[in-house]
């Protein structure tokens, strides 16, 4: 397994504003995941963070809204930008690991956007 | 397209007493089948997974499921609940490609009665 660690663990923003999250493994993974899981709902896939190369998002998430930075094997950040209210989630990273089978999920980062 | 359907969105259960989570897919071929738990302001932790092989897994917690091809299904059971088993419960689907990309059911929410 990966031991995952995400920074903030919880913020509240203003509206209009970016925040940056921080996602950190303890060995050296391939691929690793953002996943927004909104109020009340299941968890959906928004990109995959690769290495040494642009992000690839899923349908209906953008770079400019969600830009991904992946500088080595054991960390990446995603940004919220231009925050709304609807933007309100909790964000969690996970790592492809245990063999490369298996996704193994940060404790997420809770985001209240007033 | 792929998909994920866990048909009870809350179920109740009384200490002790026997539980059954359902969970139905739809995908091309057999799938790698996970189920996960995430516990209130916690991150998702993996319970157990199907790959290929036995149709009864065993996981964490006491847990198994039950792969059913015929029945597209990959129920969860656990013979006696305890209290700390409250949580909400998510199955998931994943590409056997390797893209590292799970589909996730709209999660299940289980309250224990003491």
């Known amino acids: 397994s990966a031991v995952i660690s995400q920074k903030p663990s919880r913020d509240i923003c203003q509206r209009g504003t970016s925040l940056t999250i921080q996602c950190q493994v303890d060995s050296q993974v391939t691929m690793m995941f953002w996943y927004r899981q909104q109020p009340g709902q299941s968890l959906t896939l928004i990109a995959t963070?690769?290495?040494?190369?642009?992000?690839?998002?899923e349908s209906g998430f953008v770079i400019d809204k969600f830009p991904i930075s992946r500088p080595n094997l054991t960390f990446s950040t995603l940004t919220v930008s231009n925050m709304s209210p609807e933007d309100s989630s909790i964000y969690l990273c996970?790592?492809?690991?245990?063999?490369?089978?298996?996704?193994?999920f940060g404790p997420g980062t809770r985001l209240t956007v007033l | 397209a792929q998909s994920v359907t866990q048909p009870d969105i809350h179920i109740t259960v009384s200490e002790g007493a026997s539980l059954e989570l359902r969970c139905n897919y739809s995908y091309g071929a057999t799938p790698y089948l996970f189920w996960y738990v995430q516990s209130p302001g916690q991150g998702l932790q993996l319970l157990l997974k199907y790959f290929s092989g036995d149709t009864l897994v065993q996981g964490i917690k006491g847990f198994e499921a039950e792969f059913k091809r015929s029945q597209s299904s990959f129920n969860l059971r656990k013979p006696s609940v305890h209290w700390s088993d409250a949580a909400e419960y998510f199955c998931a689907v994943g590409e056997k490609s390797n893209t590292g990309k799970l589909i996730f059911g709209q999660g299940t929410t289980l309250q224990v009665k003491p």
């Open positions: 963070a690769n290495q040494g190369s642009e992000a690839t998002y």
């Open positions: 996970s790592v492809l690991a245990g063999g490369q089978d298996t996704q193994y």
